[in-house]
């Protein structure tokens, strides 16, 4: 190794496959620690979770951390079974829901594969296509987040298709209807991706019994205000779920995420009134945003879009920020930008209206 210095980046940079060094790599919502900003840039829940959830999470600290964790993390799949009323066999446990995009795309989807995507949509379905090697297809919303025709063409090059439903960052649905048409015109298997149908009316669960192809993968982190957990989920069919186990870590569960989100969705309760409270939030923040002339998408989730008329959003975000409080700017090159609020409780969301009042 007798390379000067200023080679030392290239030299590194050729011990990586070629797809690694050429992609962006996904960059998260900024996680500013310790500080004081009113954060209603990640979607994260502003409440605290249900208290018997830190009860079950210390109960399982103190009950052998030696010992490694049930790898199918069982006993959450009993309970998510008997609330959801699928069988416990067509549930596959993750460390958040990103971890179950993880495995099901290493599993269906190779080299030089394609996967596709509605844009603008959840960006780390692009970094998982890089990962494997594959094609991204991106296909546009309509101007209204409907489903444009393309993405229901058949491709035998074609995979695997996520669907985020409710979308980020618009929070817009498609129905269940045409959700069971699509995967019928389909000839690859499509991901629902419900982190945030909780907050909405309609989910696709019924519809994995209905077809084999349909997979819905779901998160405790936005509803169930358990961020710092990871835990996720999917459903789908058993067939299906048995080659999943291959791919996934041994141990991708840990102890203390498991007793947790066992406790967490035995709280349906709950989940009812923090659901209630923040769809309450939600209607408000809408209604104010639009008075101050921002179009706003109806939302079905826990955030809200909004794009500006008549004024760039981009120095909003800035002034926000300085005045702490951070919400997420989105700019989608070939679509346009927007703000991308998550819906706090009322005090946060009162702040954040407050200096876009005191900006417009
Ligand atoms: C937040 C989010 C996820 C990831 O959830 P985790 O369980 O925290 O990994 C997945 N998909 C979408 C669309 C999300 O917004």
């Not at 590194?12 to 996680?31: C, D, K, L, N, T």
């Not at 296909?139 to 409907?146: A, I, N, Q, T, Y």
């Not at 035995?266 to 009134?273: A, F, V």
């Not at 002339?293 to 909003?316: D, L, Y």
Request: charged residues 20%; aromatic residues 8%; contains cysteine.
């Amino acid at each position: 190794m007798n390379q000067l210095l200023t080679d030392k980046d290239d030299v590194v940079a050729g011990f990586f496959r070629p797809e690694i060094r050429s992609m962006q790599g996904y960059v998260p919502g900024e996680q500013p620690q310790g500080s004081t900003f009113v954060k209603l840039n990640t979607n994260e829940n502003p409440y605290p979770p249900a208290p018997e959830v830190i009860t079950a999470i210390a109960q399982a600290a103190g009950m052998g951390l030696q010992k490694y964790p049930d790898p199918l993390g069982t006993a959450f799949r009993n309970r998510a079974a008997a609330v959801l009323g699928v069988p416990p066999d067509w549930i596959l446990c993750g460390n958040g829901s990103d971890d179950i995009l993880t495995i099901v795309t290493r599993a269906l989807v190779g080299p030089a594969d394609r996967l596709r995507l509605p844009y603008p949509s959840y960006i780390l379905y692009r970094t998982l296509a890089q990962l494997q090697g594959a094609q991204s297809e991106e296909v546009r919303f309509r101007e209204d987040f409907s489903l444009a025709g393309e993405f229901s063409q058949s491709d035998p090059r074609l995979k695997l298709v996520f669907l985020p439903n409710p979308n980020s960052p618009s929070g817009t649905v498609i129905e269940p209807d045409e959700i069971l048409q699509l995967a019928d015109r389909l000839t690859c298997p499509l991901l629902v991706d419900e982190a945030y149908a909780d907050f909405a009316e309609c989910n696709c669960i019924d519809l994995v019994r209905r077809n084999p192809q349909i997979m819905v993968s779901r998160t405790l982190s936005k509803s169930y205000a358990l961020a710092g957990l990871r835990f996720g989920f999917l459903i789908a069919q058993p067939e299906m779920i048995q080659f999943f186990r291959k791919v996934k870590d041994s141990y991708n569960c840990d102890a203390l995420s498991i007793a947790g989100a066992t406790a967490a969705i035995s709280q349906q309760d709950w989940l009812r009134e923090n659901r209630r409270k923040i769809s309450f939030t939600r209607a408000r923040m809408t209604e104010r945003l639009r008075k101050l002339g921002f179009s706003v998408e109806t939302s079905h989730a826990n955030f809200v879009w909004c794009t500006h008329g008549s004024r760039p959003v981009q120095p909003m975000y800035e002034q926000l920020k300085a005045q702490r409080v951070l919400v997420r700017y989105m700019n989608y090159p070939g679509w346009g930008d927007g703000l991308r609020i998550s819906v706090g409780d009322d005090e946060q969301s009162d702040s954040c209206l407050a200096v876009l009042e005191s900006i417009l």
